[in-house]
């Protein structure tokens, strides 16, 4: 199991892994590849390029989405950002084109140092509100990346749009000479809006394109430290960081700019905390119009696959820097202004489709509990297919939706879900409940602390070993080293093998021990003056269970996987000891005992005079020494090799 990449915590969990009915398994790193790729952007605004120093106006309704540039290498932190035509998603032969196209001077292009307001301000959203870092890797390696593969795609983003985290954090001096009579602009409430005016006073070194020879970032005349980090919660689905802008140019007058406040996560849950649209200065208030049209531009984003976050930010009065600290997560994280969408890409791993066909015909339903948006689950589940057009209406639900059930009302429905989108760990737990009230068994993946009460809660449970937290491994049964789903399936397909061999082996040690019972005790009938005779010698018996049977039930324990080991039923790999077995091990040893007992009575009173040739002295004697007792010898010797010519034979029936 080890080689397989399952690394087993408790080895009874071999034997209940062959018997579950359900695989309850996370979507992202396990299902997906786990290495995100953001393609799609959206903002609340008219247009993607205004006059310098202009700002869009907001709109809700149609917006502005942008196409992000991805390679082979998700990891690289160069691209092109196009301005989509229109503000509907792309068709795949109109987004094919766009990212084909190799017009790096093209209107719809991007250029870094002239972001919409708008736009650069969710860009700084991603880039800072992130602990994910993205690097060069050793020689010819390619790029390499750190952190939450979430965050990770967002820190390439933001690369790409010349706002990386190290380029807005890393603090620089420049000589500045100013004469008397020059004095720089001061914007008061905007950091961003600092450096568009900077612009026009200091010279900028232009990149044009990410494909150009230049230094793909915006000269920025400052840098941003963090002041408060509030870490994503999966219990509110969200996470926090305020920030403050400190400028090169004008030390000591740090209060002239606010501190500003960013937060990000599901959609949902962000929209509840904001109650305006922008962060500049012509901002408009979020109606619950607003809201719905946001929620529609989440579910087109989110119907191709895509997995959607919020971003939204706020700012306040530095005057509140020596208190930031102890205001309330939920008093900071109130009254935020809505920047924008982010689509990202998680391909599912090429072999998880493979791996839930296989599961399926063994007769195991495949279940995906994941934190995303209903629409981008079930397009996942639909291209690996966990979920077709077979299931019913309640295939797929959000979280929300199960967690208001009654345990009564989750009974009564006739199948429960495949796809649970929006859940917390506290869904898995009640999705573990479920089955076990229905008799069923079930894998339960998990990565988080949170998930630790599921996971000992599930028949097996399987923590990731590459991105799961110690708490998870520390609960869990199964620990993959890969985070792949198909390693799950292989270990199942695996712990069924073991199952089979156990059987087997216990079939053919038993059996041949309850031939051994027939021979001894059917031939104690056999009698002279009421001394009964052995027609196998006790340590010929020894020798049997031993010398004889012992190799062959070894050969058996580790044969390679049948063929068909996963064309059966959970059902059958429930228990060792079903009716089947005990025929097979009853009905085996009586026939072989049987043989080998013929075959002595065959000698004894074939070849010789039956009861006349029985001295009472023929059990106390290993070798036929004594006349009156050549012919049992002979009788015993025949039973003897009949019974391992039969065991050896019966190994191969057993297989």
């Keep these: ?189 905007r950091a961003s809006a600092n450096i568009q005016a900077r612009q026009l006073e200091t010279p900028l070194n232009r990149v044009h394109t990410a494909q150009s020879d230049g230094p793909p970032a ?32 004008t030390q000591g007058e740090q209060d002239d700019y606010d501190l500003v406040v960013y937060i990000k996560g599901a959609v949902e849950r962000i929209l509840e905390r904001c109650t305006h649209v922008g962060i500049g200065d012509n901002k408009i208030p979020l109606t619950e119009e607003g809201k719905e049209h946001i929620i529609q ?116 429905i006739p199948e429960l879900p495949v796809v649970l989108s929006r859940c917390s760990p506290e869904t898995k737990t009640r999705m573990v409940d479920a089955l076990h009230r229905r008799g069923q068994k079930t894998v339960m993946t998990g990565d988080g602390v949170n998930d630790s009460p599921a996971l000992k809660r599930a028949d097996v449970g399987v923590a990731m070993g590459l991105n799961g937290s110690d708490v998870a491994k520390g609960a869990s049964d199964i620990v993959l080293a890969d985070d792949n789903f198909s390693t799950i399936v292989r270990a199942i397909r695996k712990g069924r093998s073991i199952f089979q061999n156990f059987t087997k082996a216990l079939v053919y040690l038993l059996s041949g021990n309850v031939a051994e019972i027939v021979v001894i005790m059917v031939g104690l009938a056999i009698r002279r003056d009421g001394i009964a005779i052995y027609p196998v010698a006790p340590v010929a018996a020894l020798w049997i269970n031993t010398i004889c049977a012992g190799p062959p039930a070894f050969a058996l324990g580790v044969e390679p996987t049948a063929r068909d080991v996963m064309d059966m039923s959970p059902k059958q790999y429930q228990s060792i000891f079903t009716l089947s077995w005990y025929m097979d091990t009853i009905g085996y040893g009586i026939l072989i005992g049987a043989q080998a007992l013929a075959n002595f009575v065959i000698v004894q009173y074939g070849t010789g005079n039956g009861v006349a040739d029985i001295s009472v002295r023929c059990n106390d004697h290993l070798m036929g020494r004594i006349p009156e007792c050549e012919v049992v010898f002979r009788a015993r010797g025949t039973a003897f090799a009949t019974l391992q010519l039969l065991l050896m034979t019966h190994a191969i029936t057993v297989c």
């Excluded at 691209?79 to 093209?106: K, Y």
């Excluded at 708008?118 to 993205?134: P, T, Y």
């Excluded at 807005?168 to 001096?173: D, F, G, K, P, Q």
């Excluded at 999966?234 to 140019?249: A, D, G, H, L």
């Design 297 to 412: 531009r989440m579910d087109s984003i989110a119907a191709e696959g895509l997995r959607v976050l919020c971003l939204a930010g706020k700012h306040i009065p530095h005057s509140m820097k020596a208190t930031i600290k102890s205001i309330p997560r939920d008093e900071l994280e109130s009254d935020c202004c809505f920047l924008g969408l982010a689509g990202i890409y998680d391909p599912p791993r090429p072999e998880s489709h493979d791996a839930v066909m296989e599961a399926l015909r063994a007769g195991i339903v495949v279940r995906m509990l994941t934190g995303d948006h209903s629409a981008t689950a079930t397009s996942i589940a639909r291209s690996v297919g966990i979920l077709n057009d077979t299931h019913g209406p309640n295939a797929v639900m959000t979280g929300k939706q199960f967690d208001n059930l009654t345990e009564g009302e989750i009974d009564a």
């Design 218 to 249: 915006i000269d920025i005349d400052g840098h941003y430290e963090m002041l408060v980090e509030h870490p994503f919660d999966s219990t509110i689905k969200r996470m926090s960081t305020v920030w403050q802008f400190n400028s090169e140019y």
């Design 1 to 189: 199991m080890a080689a397989r990449n399952a690394l087993i915590r408790r080895m009874d969990a071999i034997e209940t892994l062959g018997g579950v009915h359900n695989i309850c398994s996370d979507k992202t790193g396990t299902i997906t590849l786990g290495r995100m790729v953001l393609k799609k952007a959206w903002i609340p605004v008219k247009a993607a390029f205004v006059p310098h120093g202009a700002r869009s106006d907001y709109d809700t309704v149609k917006g502005q989405m942008y196409v992000v540039e991805s390679g082979s290498d998700p990891f690289y932190p160069r691209g092109v950002i196009r301005a989509a035509a229109s503000p509907d998603i792309l068709s795949p032969e109109e987004e094919r084109d766009e990212e084909e196209s190799d017009d790096v001077t093209a209107d719809d292009i991007i250029r870094i140092e002239s972001l919409e307001p708008g736009f650069q301000e969710m860009v700084h959203a991603a880039a800072l509100n992130n602990m994910a870092s993205v690097h060069k890797g050793k020689e010819g390696a390619g790029w390499e990346a750190v952190g939450d593969p979430t965050e990770i795609a967002l820190q390439v983003f933001a690369h790409k749009a010349g706002r990386g985290k190290p380029h807005l954090t890393a603090s620089r001096r420049r000589p500045h000479h100013a004469g008397p009579g020059d004095s720089l602009v001061r914007i008061v409430s």
